[in-house]
């Protein structure tokens, strides 16, 4: 809640808490969703860097437990990063991977996954005059197809998805 009223410095402090939790009960969607939501206030705090980390180690988790709306939110997050980095055209790959893992329009996103969603499809428009939603695979896309995706982007290698 604190996140969807942009107050990044509370919702930081919630999450690390939580991620420190899950970490000690060996939680691992919880550690992947908590990762997953400091990337978000990382990138909303204008630290790409340490955005990118975050959203890395929980896709990593994500991919770990074969979850596809935890892989597709760390996309979501990643083209974010790439937006803020002033490379649209890569961000927009990134979303439109996220929405073909994860159709918005099968599974609709949270209300504050959309809103933060739509940040990232502002930024990619601003850059490149528009950004066609449509334009995601032509077929359904596995969870380690994202996140080859995902690493290959930020110029490392794949080995480590291992999802069904």
Do not use: N
């Not at 437990?65 to 597709?72: E, S, Y």
């Not at 990643?78 to 329009?105: F, I, K, N, Q, S």
Request: proline residues 7%.
């Amino acid at each position: 809640m604190a996140l969807m009223d942009d107050d990044v410095a509370q919702a930081a402090g919630l999450l690390l808490e939580a991620l420190a939790h899950a970490e000690t009960f060996h939680d691992l969607p919880v550690q992947s969703a908590s990762l997953a939501g400091l990337g978000w206030t990382e990138l909303l705090s204008g630290r790409l860097a340490d955005a990118e980390g975050r959203f890395l180690d929980s896709i990593g988790i994500a991919a770990d437990i074969a979850d596809p709306a935890g892989v597709g939110d760390c996309l979501r997050g990643l083209a974010g990063v790439d937006a803020e980095r002033g490379r649209p055209a890569e961000a927009a790959r990134l979303l439109a991977t996220a929405d073909a893992l994860v159709d918005p329009a099968k599974a609709p996103l949270d209300p504050p996954d959309v809103r933060l969603r739509s940040r990232v499809v502002t930024s990619i428009e601003r850059q490149l005059g528009t950004y066609d939603p449509q334009r995601r695979p032509d077929r359904a896309i596995s969870i380690d197809e994202a996140v080859a995706l995902a690493k290959a982007s930020r110029g490392q290698s794949p080995a480590g998805a291992s999802s069904p």
